[in-house]
């Protein structure tokens, strides 16, 4: 950062002391992760001079022939790692990706389903006061109430009484395995259109850990390109040949202009890295370490929801210590350990003070740490929670943490 740091020291500051927080401390917010040096090559690269407006071959402005071979390459890894028939890999992010869904292939006020906010669904999947809940007729669908799982049966008889016309499926917060065929024979049986949005585990998808949904039927596929898949903070659209055309006009020029060229590149150079045989060792491992925390945790008391994980995520109801999740994620940071609070399902707390805390393992296993760091996290984890009040405590655990880090460079900042 020598151009910064001679340009802008306010900057370079600020840049120096994240550099050092994420050096320093132990990442387990699960959508979160650490890209590589060539990904950070390509998201600072001369592509960000560029306006491209339109697709490869059909642009608006000329000097277009290095932007379309870029787009090109990005959408033929994209279309080769999750086995689609049509990727649009322009989407900023995923909300917006999730947006061109629904304006593709819904009309307003359509009916839809989507798994309700609290109990492990996105904003975007119905949420009243978001776009979604807005513009269309979202009717929630839930986990069941003792085992927190997703009930099939029970999601098969809401939509046989409101008759969506699309389903969706793939979540935020939920730590276990999803039945994409159970889903699309309830979508088959509803005349509905499928859409996975699987943003967190896209990665593990991709590592071939994780089933496909579109080895299942799925019309359409959504996800952003960093959480597990390891990529700049982006999105993609994957879909059915029979859906390419709206969803592409949706995206341009139905809700965005040009996209982000240099953002294209690193998504060009995310899925190069994930069709390496290397990143399904990673995706294992992700599993793995989630198993190993879950385990350790287990056996200090925490009340994990759904009893463990599937997948790189974990939820915990921290209400059997007396402890709100706000306070564990303000004890937790000031030991070095960054997680975010959490809804639980039918959390009687509300969402900005909730009951829970939710935590994974994308970045810890990046940086190359394996299950006997896992153990020894829930450890400190556990320390913290039971004398969150302790600052000595924190202190200690502080110093600990780091320690640990050392050993384990964060990519791109070695």
């Not at 760091?373 to 600990?400: G, P, T």
Request: hydrophobic letters at 40%; charged letters at 25%.
């Amino acid at each position: 950062m020598s151009a910064i740091q001679k340009q802008d020291s306010a900057v370079y500051k600020i840049l120096d002391s994240e550099i050092k927080r994420q050096s320093e401390g132990i990442e387990l917010i699960p959508s979160e992760n650490y890209v590589s040096p060539a990904i950070l090559e390509a998201m600072g690269s001369i592509f960000t001079n560029k306006y491209s407006e339109g697709y490869p071959g059909k642009r608006y402005y000329g000097g277009q022939q290095f932007v379309d071979q870029i787009e090109n390459l990005a959408i033929e890894r994209a279309k080769k790692l999750f086995n689609a028939e049509h990727a649009n890999v322009q989407p900023y992010s995923g909300s917006p990706a999730n947006c061109a869904v629904y304006f593709a292939l819904l009309e307003y006020k359509d009916t839809v389903m989507g798994l309700k906010l609290d109990q492990g669904g996105h904003i975007t999947h119905g949420l009243p006061i978001s776009f979604s809940g807005k513009f269309y007729n979202f009717v929630p669908y839930y986990v069941d109430p003792k085992t927190h799982l997703l009930d099939y049966e029970a999601i098969r008889k809401i939509a046989l009484e409101c008759k969506p016309k699309l389903i969706v499926a793939g979540y935020t917060a939920y730590p276990r395995d999803i039945d994409w065929t159970a889903f699309k024979k309830i979508a088959d049986e509803v005349n509905a259109i499928t859409m996975a949005d699987i943003s967190h585990i896209a990665g593990l998808i991709a590592g071939k850990q994780l089933k496909n949904p579109f080895d299942a039927g799925f019309d359409v596929v959504t996800t952003t390109t960093h959480k597990t898949l390891r990529g700049p903070r982006s999105a993609i659209i994957m879909c059915r040949s029979k859906y390419a055309k709206p969803i592409d006009k949706a995206v341009f020029p139905g809700l965005q202009g040009g996209p982000h060229d240099h953002i294209t590149a690193a998504k060009a150079v995310c899925f190069g890295e994930a069709l390496r045989p290397e990143f399904q060792i990673y995706a294992a491992q992700i599993i793995k370490n989630a198993k190993a925390l879950a385990d350790a945790l287990a056996k200090f008391g925490w009340k994990l929801i759904t009893g463990g994980t599937d997948n790189h995520l974990l939820l915990a109801d921290l209400t059997v210590f007396g402890l709100r999740g706000m306070e564990a994620e303000e004890a937790l940071d000031k030991a070095g350990i960054t997680l975010n609070k959490n809804t639980v399902p039918y959390d009687p707390r509300g969402p900005f003070d909730p009951s829970g805390i939710r935590f994974g393992t994308p970045a810890v296993t990046t940086r190359g740490m394996k299950e006997p760091e896992m153990k020894q996290i829930a450890k400190w984890m556990d320390e913290v929670v039971k004398h969150y009040s302790d600052n000595s405590c924190l202190e200690r655990v502080k110093i600990e943490v780091k320690e640990l880090c050392e050993k384990f460079p964060v990519p791109g900042i070695e």
